[in-house]
T-cell receptor, first 116, second 112 residues
Framework: SAVISQKPSRDICQRGTSLTIQCQVD?????MFWYRQQPGQSLTLIATANQGSEATYESGFVIDKFPISRPNLTFSTLTVSNMSPEDSSIYLC?????????????FGPGTRLTVT | GEDVEQSLFLSVREGDSSVINCTYTDSSSTYLYWYKQEPGAGLQLLTYIFSNMDMKQDQRLTVLLNKKDKHLSLRIADTQTGDSAIYFCAENGAGNNRKLIWGLGTSLAVNP
């Protein structure tokens, strides 16, 4: 398993601003993922962050709104841009090594974002 | 498309067994997972099962897999108040990207 930390743990932001969430892992990992969990909902995958290449976004999510960086094998950032109240959610990063079964993912504690 | 379904709520008395059920649609999934999310926390991997297994036991947890019916269950023996949480079922999707497909989660309430 891996130990994953996220910063900030929570924030309250005004609409129209941007917030960058950091995800730090205690070991090198091939795959990092960013999820959104809206109140009372399951997890929705935003994108897969690949080291050394562009992130791969899921349907309904675009780079202009959720730019992602992955400068090395232990760190990634997700920016929520031009925020609106609909972006209020928990944002989770996870890590996994898709090369080895059972291909499980390990999660950070999440960032609780409230947009007013 | 791929889908994972769970009942949303379960309430049990402390000391009883809890059974959380999940159905999935992707027959090509090789692994299925149970995650636990306590209030205000991230997701914790509880256990997983390989698709060619029928059962896996880990202390108080028993996972049963009926591949024919695409039905997965998690049994928690001697449920404690600390087991109160949301439990998510997930499967690894088909294809090389191996994305996890998530259920909506079952909220388990343990009453003293």
């Amino acid at each position: 398993s891996a130990v994953i930390s996220q910063k900030p743990s929570r924030d309250i932001c005004q609409r129209g601003t941007s917030l960058t969430i950091q995800c730090q892992v205690d070991s090198q990992v091939t795959m990092m993922f960013w999820y959104r969990q809206q109140p009372g909902q399951s997890l929705t995958l935003i994108a897969t962050a690949n080291q050394g290449s562009e992130a791969t976004y899921e349907s309904g999510f675009v780079i202009d709104k959720f730019p992602i960086s992955r400068p090395n094998l232990t760190f990634s950032t997700l920016t929520v841009s031009n925020m609106s109240p609909e972006d209020s959610s928990i944002y989770l990063c996870s890590v996994g090594d898709l090369g080895d079964p059972p291909y499980e993912q390990y999660f950070g504690p999440g960032t609780r974002l409230t947009v007013t | 498309g791929e889908d994972v379904e769970q009942s949303l709520f379960l309430s049990v008395r402390e000391g009883d067994s809890s059974v959380i059920n999940c159905t999935y649609t992707d027959s090509s999934s090789t692994y299925l997972y149970w995650y636990k999310q306590e209030p205000g926390a991230g997701l914790q991997l509880l256990t997983y099962i390989f698709s060619n297994m029928d059962m896996k036991q880990d202390q108080r947890l028993t996972v049963l897999l009926n591949k024919k019916d695409k039905h997965l269950s998690l049994r928690i023996a001697d449920t404690q108040t600390g087991d109160s949480a949301i439990y998510f079922c997930a499967e690894n999707g088909a294809g090389n990207n191996r994305k996890l497909i998530w259920g909506l989660g079952t909220s388990l309430a343990v009453n003293p």
